[in-house]
């Protein structure tokens, strides 16, 4: 592998420094990447491609192993939505982890628990929004459905519509222009309103009978034939609109990927990729996959829960004699940590929201973002000198492009990510990913560059 090519933003990009063989190497792993992200639409649907992976390249469930040796591979899953790997170490557990900790939310709309309506003579399922989003990106465009449904007697059923081409999709109809001047003149976040939000999905009267929403019962009709749905099962469902489009390709040389999702599945894919890969390594490394990043890490799956303690507890039961809460503790405080969640790059059409000389460019490499936050890094995660210079020097020594960069300028807004929740352990923690064009649109744009580093960087990190 080509040997000190860290790239601080301004400078050539990193193509150019690659030779033949990481050139193919990194147009390999994104075309991977881009199959990986076609599918996992859902954090339910990225977990289950993540245990697959992991079951194919040898790992298994921790609650099979009664003990752990130095080189073995376990797993655990959580409500179907989180996820966390390790590959045990020679080094006493004690010692601490190397964790890549990333999130598989994304922002997307959810049917309401009662989504089904009649109306101008048109069936149609209301919304809620998920995470931060601009409402006028989910208008006009061509969405699918994709969730489960657990039925009253306890069936799990998978429902993903709008994906194959055989299938209809749903759209959120937008105001022609010749009618929309009040619209038109209102700010652009109140154009759309969130009850604004609902999906069309019928349009055909039930013939015959008596009842009433013939519109709506055609669409009941439909789901009661096709998977045996009942009205009320939207109760007890977990059903997202989200675009119904496979990632493409952007450019006419191929060097960007297109797709919904890439924040954070980029980073979830990469560390995936990072540790399935990894040889065994003297500290225990973990990979770590959580949920509800995209609405402040709450719940039972999210970041604030107890899922990565109890999976860190669970690896000490098997590997330290006279296991107890304070050799917990210590574990945790020893440990170093990357937040693998991506950036914003620098957009020629809107540079005037970033400080340039602190901005991500797309192709340059992996971002190392000192902190988050937003105005006096209100919420921010702020990473000591000391790690961050662990961190350039293990990224220099292994080859992998890196660059600095944060997330626009100070009074410009900002965001955060799960770095302050791994943080409160007392661990060090720094934010690392790939820079982003459209993060939180319905198509965001990265560079195969910057993901192959991303996954460079995160191998390197976990292995050390």
């Known amino acids: 592998m080509t040997q000190n090519i860290k790239n601080q933003s301004g400078t050539t990009p990193v193509w150019t420094k690659l030779n ?103 069936a149609l399922f209301k919304t809620h929004y998920y ?12 969405l699918a459905l994709h969730g489960v449904v657990v039925k009253e007697d306890g069936q799990v059923l998978k429902v993903v519509i709008g994906e194959r081409e055989t299938d209809p999709v749903f759209t959120i109809a ?24 609902n999906l069309l999905v019928g349009g055909l009267p039930l013939t015959g009978g008596e009842v009433q929403e013939k519109i709506k019962q055609t669409v009941l009709d439909y789901l009661n034939r096709e998977y045996g749905l009942q009205e009320e099962d939207f109760i007890s469902a977990e059903i997202e609109a989200v675009p119904a489009w496979p990632a ?22 990469t560390t995936l990729r990072a540790i399935v890969d990894l040889p065994a390594p003297s500290r225990t490394a973990v990979a770590l996959f959580v949920d509800k990043e995209e609405i402040g890490s709450v719940g039972n799956t999210g970041m604030y829960s107890a899922f990565f303690t109890n999976f860190v ?5 098997r590997i330290v004699p006279r296991y107890s809460e304070l050799v917990l503790r210590r574990i945790l405080a020893n440990s170093r940590a990357i937040s693998a969640d991506v950036n914003a790059g620098l957009d020629p059409n809107y540079p005037d929201v970033m400080d340039k000389l602190n901005a991500a460019r797309l192709g340059h490499g ?19 000198a000391e790690f961050m210079g662990l ?5 220099n020594r292994h080859g992998v492009a890196w660059q600095s960069g944060l997330l626009g300028k100070v009074d410009q807004g900002g965001g955060g990510t799960i770095a302050y929740l791994l943080a409160v352990h007392g661990m060090d923690v720094v934010d690392c990913g790939v820079p982003l064009l459209g993060m939180h649109s319905p198509f ?13 960087g995160y191998r390197a990190f976990l292995g050390a």
């Open 20 to 122: 033949s063989s990481e050139q193919e190497a990194v147009m390999n792993l994104t075309e991977e990447y881009r199959q990986f992200i076609s599918a996992a639409k859902t954090e339910r649907e990225t977990i289950d491609m993540a245990v697959m992976t992991a079951q194919n390249r040898g790992f298994v469930p921790l609650e099979q192993s009664s003990a752990l040796q130095p080189g073995e591979r376990v797993f655990a899953t959580w409500r179907g939505k989180c996820m966390a790997m390790a590959v045990i170490g020679s080094e006493p557990l004690e010692k601490g982890l190397n964790v890549v900790g990333a999130h598989g939310d994304s922002p997307r709309l959810d049917l309401k628990p009662r989504p089904l309506y009649e109306e101008a003579d048109l």
């Open 131 to 142: 995470g931060g989003i601009k409402k006028y990106h989910w208008v006009g465009i061509p």
């Open 174 to 197: 937008d105001l022609l222009p010749h009618l929309a001047r009040d619209q038109m003149e209102k700010k652009m976040g109140e154009g759309i309103s969130g009850e604004g939000l």
């Open 248 to 269: 493409r390709d952007v450019g006419l040389d191929g060097s960007m990927i297109g797709a919904y999702g890439q924040d954070d599945r980029v980073s979830v894919f």
């Open 313 to 317: 507890a669970e690896l000490a039961a």
């Open 366 to 384: 992996v971002v190392l973002t000192k902190y988050t936050g937003s105005g006096g890094k209100k919420g921010a995660s702020d990473a000591h």
């Open 391 to 395: 961190v350039r020097q293990l990224f």
């Open 444 to 456: 965001e744009v990265a560079h195969k560059v910057d993901i192959y580093m991303a996954y460079r």
